[in-house]
């Protein structure tokens, strides 16, 4: 079967790669582009292990075919620190503890990136129901609210941040 | 001269300037936050091919025809492994030469005995060739009618329980204990299959060079997966090298290694190429384990004061066709509480399903839900506050064995759970309280309790004279954080500043760490590491001590402390030696020690060793819809010392949040007619959401335990789901007056 070219954008840089029509947009991160901090959880979209934003949207990427990444500009978790300098989220995480085993880390830092940059000022309901698409199984959830709800915070007050 | 180090009588944390104790945050965390923390699954060798297992629709039978030739064809196929093909093993995978060893299911016949077993591996340049070319097999079957649930045959009584505990056990005449009573309790209560479901499905990259093997996979247990695999596949296990710097997630899953895991290696070694191989979410639900199903019943007898006269538990759990795992559900009533006449026992079934395996609180999980939706029943019965019914039989020593508790502070955990959460004032009868909104509010209360344990590991330390350290242990970190907790404890082991030490772990090549499981290893891994450091400080020590140009010379019986890579004497701090110095002098680069650990058998004889816990949960309740949701959790746990609060509170939040999911989502549905599950996903099997947790607490209840180990480490990782579940189901009745007695409950169960 011939492959297609994509050329996209990722974390701010142009990428391309050579994909079959079937393949997943995470495959295509993880195994053209070498980008493994997104992870496989389920392939069903259930666990957000895999999320992504794609010109500003929250995606599964299991759920989104890699040839659709044409001309988008997707953001990945590697692509969410500034260099060398940790976003705030990332910063939060650590201090409150909100990771434990890490698997879903990655995409429940995507996703609530995703979150702070549509609301900056969200609820804590607002921030569990938004962030109810990502499966945690080790931390019990609660510490991921404090740290998402104190970067949020941080970030309002243009406290020390990731630029 | 040996030299009065003592190391082991003086607790690590006494020392000034201790890592131990402190809420030191993730070692690891950078590489997780950033996404740079290497997975098995992210490995990706040169040449490299994708496998995919074909797994069983049916649940008991065999598979007839398989088409190959279809999965062959299809581009990118490179090859298909079968019964027929497989490379020879050297041991039976259904032999089953200790307890320990489970059968696998590896490819050895065209039997089927569970659905979603292992029936065939198609091995392709990508992946989705590889699942494409196991669709392709198309296999079918004769099959044979699947024997489902606690009911599906004759019950007998399993030869032991858990791991080598008589399956049943009885103090004092319960039957006399019951008739003697005022107030009685009988009571059956169901739990239902589990599944661990770590958000990492099972991996393995396995690439085969000669007789060498080297394989990226999670592991709660490497070295016993090097032993397992070393036998199977006829090798040395030194010739296997397992990379497990990271695992998302075990629960006990990973604890010994999954067939499917094998067959990756199987397919590597037909194809003479590396090879991936990630189970897929759905086949998660049959080879990797589970918690079985159980039914329990609960007699309680009790005075018309609240004093118990007899406890019985009983426990019926089902277990696989082919091997020996029962869950030892009705042990969890051996700790609690005191009454003359306990009487534990378990029967079992064999049914058509994977066997079920070690998942997070084995035993104490399903029988701890069960036991406090009781002791609330009994203290309805007896018209008492459930907590102070709790300490109306508060158990001094332990109820099965009389031994004494080695610690046990399980009163202020009643009693800053109790303050913090706000029991006082709670009414007895249910259906009292509402929200301003109309909610039926109910307070429920669980008390948590798991033993701590100890297996062996041995651990390397190594002092060198630059002023830095190495610790080397082949320890696991599953989340719960191994990496940064053992360094903690190797840092005070050998004085050094956590900055200056090295700490190597999660490889199968440094000293064999155990098994993080039990919730055992940090008490395990850190003795080792304790052990091994104390041997390093102890080697320095007496350099200095047998040397006149040393401020330490004769320091002898008097001994020396070790901190800040430097030696002290005890007697004299003012007198003291850098590392650097004593090692110079002594024309070494570095001195090292090494060290074991396992549990002491004089004081394990001796003492009932136990972490202990109250938790206590408020729900609100929708009157009409009978909609519920937990709003507050307050769990308050002692588990001796501490090593790093913030890991710990995260490993209570995590366990209550499973307690709560036992007693309101987690269920696996068997389809009765095919014996498959109905629910194999994450959106069927419902774990917890974030939109599904309540504001909680988890307070550090402070003990100090002289007989556990020299470090007085008990465990945390498990605890807290024991107590919690319990709390929550009690809650649920506490504001509707409904006793529900089948988990998860169910809004059809309140309405």
Redesign the interface.
Known sequence: ?SKIHVTTTVNGEPAEFLC?P??SLL?AL??DL???????????G??G?CSVIVDGRLVCSCLMLAVEAEGKSIT???G??NGDV?HPL?RK???H?A????????GF?VAAKALLDHNPDPTETE???W???????????????RAVLDAAAEMRAGAPAGE | MTPDISLSQVPAHARHGSSIGRPLTRREGVLKVTGVARYAADNHPAGMLYAVLAASRIARGRVTCLDVPAAMAHPGVVAVMTPANRPALALDPDAKLHPFMFRLDLLQSDAVRYANQPIAVVIAETLEAATEGAALLAPRYEALPARVGLDAGESFVPPVVGVGHPAEQLVGDVEAGLASAARRVDATYETPAQYHNAMEPHAVVAAWDGDSLSLDMPSQGMAMAQARLAGLLGIAPENIMIRSPFLGGGFGSKGLIAGPQVLGILAARLVGRPVKLVLRREQMYGPVGHRPPTRQRLRIGAGADGTLTALAHHALITTSTFDDFFEPAADASHTLYASPAIATSHTAVRIDTGTPMFMRAPGEATGSIALESAIDEAALACRMDPLAFRLKNYAEVEPISGKPFSSKALRACYAQGADRFGWAGRPLAPRQMRDAAGMLVGWGMGTATFPALMFQAEARAVIRRNGGGVVEIGAHDMGQGAWTALAQIAADAVGLGIEQLEFRSGTSDLPDGGIAGGSAHTATAGMAIHAAGGEAVARLAELAMDDARSPLFGAGNAGVVARDGRLFRRDDESRSESYADILTRAGLAQVEGRGKSGGDPAAQTAYAMHAHGAVFAEVKVDPDLGQLRVTRLVGAFAAGRIINPRMVRSQYYGGMIWGMAFALHEEAVTDRRSGRMLNANLADYHIPVNADVPEMEALLVEEHDPHVNALGIKGVGEIAITGTGGAVANAVWHATGMRARRFPIRIDDLV
């Open positions: 079967m079959q079937g393949n495959d993880r195994d070498n980008l493994t901090g997104s992870k496989e959880g389920c392939s069903s259930d666990c292990a990945t978790i590697e969410i620190a940790l990332q995480f650590l201090e503890a990771l434990q085993c890490g698997f879903c880390t990655p830092l921030a569990r129901y962030l109810a698409g990502n499966l945690c199984r080790c931390t019990g959830y609660d510490k991921i609210i």
